[in-house]
């Protein structure tokens, strides 16, 4: 199934914050895990999961990958949902925070809400 061309414009703005996640993400995972390992080990893996996520789903909507994209973006939501969740009730478990900790607040909640738009994005294409 592909997406139509119409309504690109907002999907190049979705895959472009997704780059820039993926990238800034990937770095600040890689710095943590090699240079503070010990601080924080649990939440800088966390990171690097959740790096890699943002990393697949670039290359799946830029590439119109429709059922890799929709699973990587249902995986990252239910990601964000979880560690969201977890670093509520258990905020031992992050000694540091994570891109996804308490829902993505260190991000504007970008991390919560880039998910669900990107999902409902595809879903609109996909009906056209």
Known sequence: MSIQQTGRGVGNL????????ALSATV???????RKYDEAPMAYWLS?????????ATYALAKNKIKLAQNTL???????LTVG??????PE????????????????FIPL????????WISSRKSK
């Open 93 to 108: 478990f992050f000694a540091h925070p994570t891109v996804w900790s308490y829902f993505g607040i260190g991000y504007g």
């Open 85 to 90: 969740a977890l670093s509520l009730l258990a």
């Open 74 to 80: 249902i995986f990252e939501l239910l990601g964000v």
């Open 14 to 21: 979705v895959i472009a914050v997704y780059g820039v996640f």
């Open 28 to 34: 600040r995972a890689s710095y943590q895990l090699l």
């Open 48 to 56: 690097l999961v959740a790096a890699i996520i943002y990393v697949v």
């Open 113 to 120: 809400l880039l998910p669900v738009f990107g999902l409902w």
